[in-house]
């Protein structure tokens, strides 16, 4: 069985109301539905509110096969935490009872779902996060396996706002075509991230396996947000700019991810070198700062290592340079290889 089969919860009080507050629109299912049939098949779909409070929301949520729980609110009474219980204990009890469903989606932003999130992970599900970005608690999206903010999901129109009137263009001056650009903040993730599971794991690094372990270290990171419309994009976008190499290896669309391996960082190490000069050992702290006054976009996790020390002893590995501790200064001394 390889696709997953997915229990939706919707926490609806909490999107709903976020909708409304934070994005100032109505609160619409399919976006999510969208989302997640990407991602399996959906068996399950509960959302928990008082109805009585969502009457116009209560035929597009039927419309959508979604089962309605009820919490009524008694004898004028806010029983806040009422829909919160009783969605979590309905997940935990699907967890046990329902084998084949291996994937749990919770739609909130509510931080008490949590120790939810942290239980189904120990029972071996897949645990995806829903929620809006300004209502979301800071410790739910580092719990789940994956976190996806509903104003970033394909579908969602966002009010727009009155725009300031711009100044009038000539007629010959078209707008020029952009093109997503990745960012160094995100080539640096995808390299250490590349370096790591290359050091942890024998044998290939797949595309799908490198999206993975991106998840598991940023839940909400999603290549949508740089620009891209899929994964295979971005990682294609670096292969062209030689910040990785794509090797198509029996697995279509799942390419085998590694880096350049013709002349991997000379241009790197030779600079480094030639600001380490001939003039006797240098400290390691400081030497970087002097690299990139010759390179000003020097960075050493683009080219995938995790610091500037693991760049540097790289570069003694190579007999480039020498990389000494030094215990009067308390520092590591760098020098030009004999």
């Given at each position: 069985m390889d696709e997953e089969r997915i229990g939706l919860f919707i926490d609806y009080e909490n999107l709903a109301i976020g909708a409304?507050?934070?994005?100032?629109?109505?609160?619409e299912f399919k976006p999510i539905a969208d989302a997640l049939a990407e991602r399996g098949?959906?068996?399950?779909?509960?959302?928990?509110?008082?109805?009585?409070?969502?009457?116009?929301d209560r035929q597009m949520l039927a419309d959508?096969?979604?089962?309605?729980?009820?919490?009524?609110?008694?004898?004028?009474?806010?029983?806040k935490n009422a829909a919160d219980i009783k969605m979590a204990v309905d997940a935990v009890e699907l967890a046990f009872e329902r084998d084949y469903v291996t994937a749990f989606v919770i739609c909130t932003g509510d931080s008490d779902f949590t120790p939810l999130v942290q239980k189904?992970?120990?029972?071996?599900?897949?645990?995806?996060g829903v929620g809006l970005k300004a209502s979301t608690s800071a410790m739910l999206p580092p719990a789940c396996d994956e976190f996806l903010?509903?104003?970033?999901?394909?579908?969602v129109e966002l009010p727009q706002r009155t725009p300031k009137p711009k100044k009038a263009r000539k007629p010959s001056e078209a707008p020029a075509e952009t093109k997503p650009q990745a960012s160094e903040d995100v080539a640096a993730l995808i390299t250490t991230t590349l370096a790591g599971l290359q050091r942890s794991a024998d044998g290939t690094v797949r595309s799908?396996?490198?999206?993975?372990?991106?998840?598991?270290?940023?839940?909400t990171f999603s290549e949508a947000d740089h620009g891209f419309r899929g994964f295979g994009e971005l990682i294609r976008h670096l292969a062209s700019n030689s910040i990785v190499e794509?090797?198509?290896?029996?697995?279509?669309?799942?390419?085998?991810?590694?880096?350049?391996?013709?002349?991997?960082?000379t241009k790197e190490f030779d600079l480094l070198a030639a600001v380490v000069g001939k003039g006797g050992p240098q400290p390691l702290s400081g030497l970087k700062d002097q690299?990139?006054?010759?390179?000003?976009?020097?960075?050493?996790?683009?080219?995938?290592?995790?610091?500037?020390?693991?760049?540097?002893q790289a570069a003694s590995a190579r007999g480039v340079v020498n990389l000494k501790w030094d215990d009067e200064s308390g520092d590591y001394s760098v020098s030009i290889a004999d």
């Open positions: 409304r507050d934070d994005l100032g629109m109505q609160f098949r959906v068996v399950v779909r509960r959302a928990y509110a008082d109805w009585s409070s969502f009457e116009k959508n096969q979604v089962e309605l729980i009820e919490i009524p609110q008694r004898r004028g009474r806010v029983r189904l992970r120990e029972l071996n599900k897949r645990v995806i903010f509903y104003e970033r999901l394909g579908g799908s396996s490198l999206k993975r372990a991106l998840l598991r270290k940023d839940p794509l090797t198509e290896d029996g697995s279509r669309g799942d390419p085998v991810v590694d880096f350049p391996k013709t002349d991997a960082h690299l990139r006054k010759k390179q000003s976009d020097f960075n050493e996790r683009r080219l995938g290592y995790s610091g500037f020390l693991r760049f540097v």
